[in-house]
T-cell receptor, first 115, second 112 residues
Framework: DGGITQSPKYLFRKEGQNVTLSCEQN?????MYWYRQDPGQGLRLIYY???????QKGDIAEGYSVSREKKESFPLTVTSAQKNPTAFYLC??????????????FGAGTRLSVL | QKEVEQDPGPLSVPEGAIVSLNCTYS??????FMWYRQYSRKGPELLMY????GNKEDGRFTAQVDKSSKYISLFIRDSQPSDSATYLC????????????FGTGTQLKVEL
């Protein structure tokens, strides 16, 4: 079954703690993305990666970090510097960044809450 | 002003109704337009993808783009309770990598 797997489904963070959200895809896509979704604000781009070992900041990268050591994996770390981390986090992937129907496919999301 | 504006709803319609969902945008450089459907606590799934102006039909769904008015629409015919979800519009530039700009989403409820 091809797709994007995010884990865990629910995650709780204590004050001052770093937590890592997992995103794995078996679609052989080059590009991967992390979004944050808050009520009434739509999806906002945190980080994206167009190729292994390379990534760029999105619109709201402060307090987050990523790595892209393997094509199929793009983990997101929510650091203690992110003061308002409670949100629904969505990972997506696409074939690449070229023109045409470069569709982004989404995982099922991770809901992060602060204890 | 947000780049993409979308009425959050909620929009409640009876089963079988025709639903019209809309987004307006301010940046004329947007060329690719998408509609995603998101069920509660799930990831978005792509419904429709259109390039530039015009209409595209897929079953009960029709996507319409009017670039002169900077306005896009999604029509759902013969709406079903299973269509109850949040509908997100998204768009991107040509040559802008693959960065999408999303609307805030419209919550739709189709009642029996």
């Amino acid at each position: 079954d091809g797709g994007i797997t995010q884990s865990p489904k629910y995650l709780f963070r204590k004050e001052g703690q770093n937590v890592t959200l997992s995103c794995e895809q078996n679609l052989n896509h080059d590009a991967m993305y992390w979004y944050r979704q808050d009520p009434g604000q739509g999806l906002r781009l945190i980080y994206y990666s167009q190729i292994v070992n390379d990534f760029q900041k999105g619109d709201i990268a402060e307090g987050y970090s990523v790595s892209r050591e393997k094509k199929e994996s793009f983990p997101l770390t929510v650091t203690s510097a992110q003061k308002n981390p409670t949100a629904f986090y969505l990972c997506a992937s696409s074939i690449g960044e070229g023109e045409g129907e470069n569709i982004q496919y989404f995982g099922a999301g991770t809901r992060l809450s602060v204890l | 002003q947000k780049e993409v504006e979308q009425d959050p709803g909620p929009l409640s319609v009876p089963e079988g109704a025709i639903v019209s969902l809309n987004c307006t945008y301010s940046n004329s450089a947007f060329q690719y337009f998408m509609w995603y459907r998101q069920y509660s606590r799930k990831g978005p799934e792509l419904l429709m993808y259109t390039y530039s102006s015009g209409n595209k039909e897929d079953g009960r769904f029709t996507a319409q783009v009017d670039k002169s008015s900077k306005y896009i629409s999604l029509f759902i015919r013969d709406s079903q309770p299973s269509d109850s979800a949040t509908y997100l519009c998204a768009m991107r530039f040509t040559g802008g990598g693959n960065k999408l700009t999303f609307g805030t989403g419209t919550q739709l409820k189709v009642e029996l």
